[in-house]
């Protein structure tokens, strides 16, 4: 199905580890964002992508890098994990150049990453 | 405290309620964006709002620019009308990439 493809879909991490979150989509969208969702709390992005090439920082960077590998993935990389940073994270794309248009937004599954 | 309140936090109805879901904002808003979040995670929008009414199927959103307030009505639940269902606003201040996302209402509704 076409959309936004996150992987994994869980994962368990103990404090320290690396990991990368691998986000693709296959609509031709310019933008890609990286979100996270926590109790108590509304989503909040990490960062985001306006097109292939580039990358930007979003409200909670810190702990966190990432690359946008060509027009279709963007991973998120956790260097060292830290149980603050137990999540569960969403990758999103946006259909039109470079504006974020929630409207026309497509979401992926989300992973849900537990850090102990 | 955030910028954008959703209530109630958690709400549970039997099949055929009519259900209210609030939303308040204390920022300055353009439009505002009622969001469902299926209990499997993915995340679709349901309405842009920047005034008055707007209805699909079995939902509706209203809003009040001047009163700073939304509501999402679902009239007839359904047990798949079960979902978190999410309100967010444009950020006035932080450009075109930003939104502000509510906390989230947990609707469960029962057969």
């Known amino acids: 199905n076409a959309g936004v493809t996150q992987t994994p879909k869980f994962q368990v991490l103990k404090t320290g580890q690396s990991m990368t979150l691998q986000c693709a989509q296959d609509?031709?969208?310019?933008?890609m964002y990286w979100y996270r969702q926590d109790p108590g709390m509304g989503l909040r992005l990490i960062y985001y992508?306006?097109?292939?090439?580039?990358?930007d920082k979003g409200e909670v960077p810190n702990g966190y890098n990432v690359s946008r590998l060509n027009k279709r993935e963007f991973s998120l990389r956790l260097e060292s994990a830290a149980p603050s940073q137990t999540s569960v994270y969403f990758c999103?794309?946006?259909?039109?150049?470079?504006?974020?248009?929630?409207?026309?937004?497509?979401f992926g599954q989300g992973t849900r990453l537990t850090v102990v | 405290k955030n910028e954008v309140e959703q209530s109630p936090q958690n709400l549970t109805a039997q099949e055929g309620e009519f259900i209210t879901i609030n939303c308040s904002y204390s920022?300055?808003?353009?439009?505002l964006h009622w969001l469902q979040q299926h209990p499997g995670g993915g995340i679709v929008s349901l309405f842009m709002?920047?005034?008055g009414k707007k209805k699909h199927g079995r939902l509706i959103a209203t809003i009040n620019i001047q009163e700073k307030h939304s509501s999402l009505h679902i009239t007839a639940s359904h047990p798949r009308d079960s979902a978190v269902y999410i309100c967010?606003?444009?950020?006035?201040?932080?450009?075109?990439?930003?939104?502000?996302f509510g906390t989230g209402t947990r609707l469960k509704v029962l057969a």
């Open positions: 609509m031709n969208h310019n933008s």
């Open positions: 999103a794309s946006s259909v039109l150049g470079t504006v974020f248009r929630l409207m026309e937004a497509f």
């Open positions: 709002l920047s005034s």
């Open positions: 967010a606003a444009p950020s006035p201040t932080s450009g075109t990439y930003k939104y502000i």
């Open positions: 920022v300055g808003i353009s439009a």
């Open positions: 992508s306006a097109s292939e090439g580039t990358t």
